[in-house]
């Protein structure tokens, strides 16, 4: 069920899975009270298996520290509805795993997301001699009217590597509790044995940009160097250092990072004409990256610990994403463009999240199984204890609490997102200094004021509840990627389009736009002038 600006609608809802909702952030030019209402009061159910695997995973992860009981009939059926998001285009047993629920579209199976696609239909089409006057009274709005209706082939998403990884790790962790959940970890592992098919698919579609330059490239997606223009602006600076440090050093650069979809153009185009990736091009997330790190570092300590044959096939990338992310927290980038580095979480407090929880984990061993989680755990332990405390501690408020975005608009803070940011830089903040008997005064007085604002506030009925733990991509239309530059350009029929000179017509979901392969720094600030 909904209300808010959706009184009368009836949703689709999953036996099994906590619940979500699909909220919009919506403002005037005031941040009125009452956009402020609809902000709050306007909800759309959304059943998918993301949100009911963090959940379940902290409910675990409480239950292993004794503070809670556990209702493990309440337990298997979330794990059971989690099992019903696999991937039906996949091999049997591959763990990949789709955001939404798929259904069986001709050949093949498509994510279908009831709920959306319903609402949808309710925009209505606007005719073409309406459209000047439409035009006159809405401005730019119309352009994003006209992509509502276009939203129903977004929802048609490939299975991706976000999801795949929550999923693997909440594997890890049953396994680890398997002597106290055998039923619940039996129950998992029935339906997710082949682990070397997915890490085969990670590895086959991670992002490439010198794939012209590898030797190996037999088991990588012909377009692993194609990416999102709005990706290649967030690590055009990157890419370029790693060419020039390899250069140097007098061998060919390799960089390998995690994408979010489990699928190229080529299979899209040819094997499920009804599944589409977002503007048919990959991307990449910093927290997509840190929670595949988080996933394949639980299963290599929980389950295949040890096993060099099958690591090795996700060696590189296990390395390069971790090399990465310290560049992004050192960077700033989450700070700067969390619009464009984190598409999928626009709270910059789960990245550090993110990366506090893999660490952490890896600081619970007294042994890693490979040097490459070593190395990890090194880079990790300087970056965290260091630059990202430093970052995190710098945005708490004198009142104990951190904050994101939400109702801060046209100089009014309503600070509609405290409690959930305040609580996420908490847990990132304990998961750094868990255990460390030379945590400094500053963080310790940081987390004792935090505690105390969730204290004082989190039961309070005026305290807001309102968070944005995940979003789409698209934002604003600063966050369309048409607006960066590109090097790939052209309808899917093969018919090429100047991206600067073309009107907004062209700008469907036939258009394929994608920067492709490296380009030196220098030349790409040109590209962005």
Same mark, same amino acid.
């Given at each position: 069920?909904?209300?808010?600006?959706?009184?009368?609608?009836?949703?689709?809802?999953?036996?099994?899975?906590?619940?979500?909702?699909?909220?919009?952030?919506?403002?005037?030019?005031?941040?009125?009270?009452?956009?402020?209402?609809?902000?709050?009061?306007? $909800?759309?159910?959304?059943?998918?298996?993301?949100?009911?695997?963090?959940?379940?995973?902290?409910?675990?992860?409480?239950?292993?520290?004794?503070?809670?009981?556990?209702?493990?009939?309440?337990?298997?059926?979330?794990?059971?509805?989690?099992?019903?998001?696999?991937?039906? #285009?996949?091999?049997?047993?591959?763990?990949?795993?789709?955001?939404?629920?798929?259904?069986?579209?001709?050949?093949?199976?498509?994510?279908?997301?009831?709920?959306?696609?319903?609402?949808?239909?309710?925009?209505?089409?606007?005719?073409?001699?309406?459209?000047?006057?439409?035009?006159?009274?809405?401005?730019?709005?119309?352009?994003?009217?006209?992509?509502?209706?276009?939203?129903?082939?977004?929802?048609?998403?490939?299975?991706?590597?976000?999801?795949?990884?929550?999923?693997?790790?909440?594997?890890?962790?049953?396994?680890?509790?398997?002597?106290?959940?055998?039923?619940?970890?039996?129950?998992?592992? &029935?339906? #997710?044995?082949?682990?070397?098919?997915?890490? &085969?698919?990670?590895?086959?579609?991670?992002?490439?940009?010198?794939?012209?330059?590898?030797?190996?490239?037999?088991?990588?997606?012909?377009?692993?160097?194609?990416?999102?223009?709005?990706?290649?602006?967030?690590?055009?600076?990157?890419?370029?250092?790693?060419?020039?440090?390899?250069?140097?050093?007098?061998?060919?650069? &390799?960089?390998?990072?995690?994408?979010?979809?489990?699928?190229?153009?080529?299979?899209?185009?040819?094997?499920?004409?009804?599944?589409?990736?977002?503007?048919?091009?990959?991307?990449?997330?910093?927290?997509?990256?840190?929670?595949?790190?988080?996933?394949?570092?639980?299963?290599?300590? #929980?389950?295949?610990?040890?096993?060099r044959q099958k690591f090795d096939i996700v060696k590189d990338l296990y390395v390069d994403i971790a090399k990465f992310l310290k560049w992004a927290v050192e960077k700033g980038v989450a700070f700067e463009r969390p619009d464009l580095s984190l598409l999928y979480y626009?709270?910059?407090?789960?990245?550090?999240?993110?990366?506090?929880?893999?660490?952490?984990?890896?600081?619970?061993?007294?042994?890693?199984?490979?040097?490459?989680?070593?190395?990890?755990?090194?880079?990790?332990?300087?970056?965290?204890? &260091?630059?990202?405390?430093?970052?995190?501690?710098?945005?708490?408020?004198?009142?104990?609490?951190?904050?994101?975005?939400?109702?801060?608009?046209?100089?009014?803070?309503?600070?509609?997102?405290?409690?959930?940011?305040?609580?996420?830089?908490?847990?990132?903040?304990?998961?750094?200094?868990? #255990? $460390?008997?030379?945590?400094?005064?500053?963080?310790?007085?940081?987390?004792?004021?935090?505690?105390?604002?969730?204290?004082?506030?989190?039961?309070?009925?005026?305290?807001?509840?309102?968070?944005?733990?995940?979003?789409?991509?698209?934002?604003? $239309?600063?966050?369309?990627?048409?607006?960066?530059?590109?090097?790939?350009?052209?309808?899917?029929?093969?018919?090429?389009?100047?991206?600067?000179?073309? $009107?907004?017509?062209?700008?469907?979901?036939?258009?394929?736009?994608?920067?492709?392969?490296?380009?030196?720094?220098?030349?790409?600030?040109?590209?962005?002038?």
């Amino acid at each position: 069920s909904t209300w808010g600006l959706f009184p009368l609608l009836q949703f689709e809802q999953m036996r099994g899975l906590f619940n979500s909702y699909i909220k919009m952030n919506i403002l005037d030019q005031k941040n009125s009270d009452f956009t402020a209402f609809a902000r709050k009061t306007t $909800n759309i159910d959304d059943p998918n298996m993301f949100v009911t695997n963090f959940v379940v995973l902290a409910l675990l992860e409480t239950w292993e520290l004794g503070e809670i009981s556990l209702n493990v009939k309440s337990l298997n059926e979330a794990i059971e509805a989690i099992l019903q998001f696999k991937d039906q #285009n996949k091999p049997d047993d591959v763990l990949a795993y789709s955001f939404w629920r798929q259904e069986k579209s001709g050949d093949s199976w498509r994510a279908s997301p009831h709920n959306l696609v319903n609402l949808v239909n309710l925009f209505p089409n606007i005719p073409e001699r309406l459209k000047p006057l439409v035009e006159k009274q809405l401005g730019g709005l119309i352009f994003v009217l006209e992509k509502v209706k276009e939203l129903k082939n977004a929802f048609n998403i490939p299975s991706d590597a976000d999801d795949s990884s929550v999923n693997l790790a909440l594997g890890a962790l049953l396994k680890k509790l398997s002597n106290r959940l055998k039923g619940t970890s039996d129950l998992w592992f &029935k339906h #997710n044995q082949n682990v070397e098919g997915y890490l &085969k698919t990670l590895r086959k579609y991670a992002y490439r940009p010198f794939l012209n330059l590898t030797e190996d490239s037999q088991n990588y997606s012909k377009h692993a160097d194609q990416i999102d223009p709005r990706t290649y602006y967030v690590l055009a600076e990157y890419i370029d250092q790693v060419y020039k440090n390899a250069t140097v050093e007098g061998r060919i650069p &390799k960089l390998a990072l995690s994408p979010t979809w489990l699928m190229d153009l080529d299979e899209e185009l040819t094997l499920y004409p009804n599944v589409a990736i977002p503007f048919h091009t990959n991307n990449v997330d910093l927290s997509v990256n840190a929670n595949v790190l988080f996933g394949l570092t639980l299963h290599f300590l #929980n389950v295949d610990r040890g096993d060099r044959q099958k690591f090795d096939i996700v060696k590189d990338l296990y390395v390069d994403i971790a090399k990465f992310l310290k560049w992004a927290v050192e960077k700033g980038v989450a700070f700067e463009r969390p619009d464009l580095s984190l598409l999928y979480y626009p709270s910059k407090f789960d990245f550090y999240w993110f990366l506090a929880r893999t660490y952490a984990a890896l600081k619970a061993q007294e042994d890693l199984p490979f040097p490459e989680m070593k190395e990890v755990f090194e880079i990790f332990s300087q970056l965290l204890t &260091k630059t990202a405390t430093n970052q995190i501690l710098e945005e708490q408020g004198n009142e104990g609490y951190w904050q994101e975005f939400l109702g801060n608009y046209a100089g009014k803070e309503r600070g509609e997102d405290r409690l959930f940011a305040t609580a996420v830089a908490l847990n990132s903040l304990l998961d750094i200094w868990r #255990n $460390n008997q030379d945590t400094p005064t500053a963080v310790k007085e940081s987390i004792k004021k935090g505690i105390s604002y969730l204290q004082n506030n989190v039961l309070n009925c005026q305290s807001s509840k309102q968070n944005a733990f995940f979003s789409g991509s698209l934002k604003t $239309n600063s966050t369309f990627p048409f607006f960066y530059p590109s090097t790939v350009s052209h309808f899917i029929n093969g018919t090429e389009v100047d991206p600067k000179t073309a $009107n907004q017509s062209y700008l469907t979901q036939d258009l394929i736009y994608a920067f492709k392969g490296y380009t030196s720094l220098d030349q790409y600030q040109k590209m962005t002038q």
